[in-house]
């Protein structure tokens, strides 16, 4: 028996030091050599100060600032552990809301945001983007039109002219991954920190 043993548990080690351990940390360095950004989480410092991630949004809720998508994450309730209170773009608890086309919670959610919206820009269709959220709750990026749609808002909000928002939104839309993959779309916290960057000039 032992002699069945001892070639299985050789062989488990091995295996074990190859795929748990040497490519793991290969591919590891290899990512920091080729994309030492990426492999590092994308980060976004400002004044020598990491204030996010491009691959993890963050809530912004003032008028002055573009909006993300609404967010489903949660975290423990602080007083009572057994239940969840809401807690927007929480990375340690990434998930969607799991309600389903015939849940009234989420009818009645998706109702409230787009008549706010609706308020906010009358006259204007409100983007699909801006009233449901993504299924990880932490999508960093929004529609092109989501971002013009907030246009007047931020406008009004800074004084600044709407046209000179629209050219910035413009200039924020990333296009197609590989020209194929994906759809244009606005990095929200890239975008705000170019308008910060915007009323200081």
Do not use: C, W
């Amino acid at each position: 028996m032992l002699s069945q043993l001892r070639p299985a548990l050789v062989l488990l080690t091995i295996l074990t030091a190859i795929t748990g351990l040497a490519y793991p940390l290969a591919v590891t360095g290899l990512a920091g050599l080729i994309f030492p950004a990426r492999a590092a989480g994308s980060l976004i410092a400002r004044d020598g100060q990491v204030i996010g991630s491009a691959l993890i949004g963050q809530s912004f809720t003032g008028a002055a600032y573009f909006h993300g998508r609404p967010s489903a994450t949660s975290a423990p309730d602080p007083g009572d552990p057994s239940k969840t209170v809401p807690a927007p773009y929480n990375a340690s608890n990434s998930s969607g809301s799991n309600l389903g086309p015939t849940s009234a919670a989420l009818a009645g959610r998706v109702k409230s945001d787009r008549d706010a919206l609706t308020s906010e820009n009358p006259g204007h269709p409100v983007p699909v983007d801006l009233a449901t959220a993504s299924g990880s709750g932490l999508d960093p990026d929004i529609s092109p039109e989501a971002a013009l749609f907030q246009v007047p808002r931020v406008a009004k909000a800074r004084n600044q002219p709407e046209d000179r928002l629209r050219q910035l939104v413009a200039a924020q839309i990333e296009g197609r991954t590989l020209g194929l993959l994906g759809e244009p779309r606005v990095n929200v916290l890239a975008l705000n920190l170019a308008l910060d960057e915007l009323g200081r000039r």
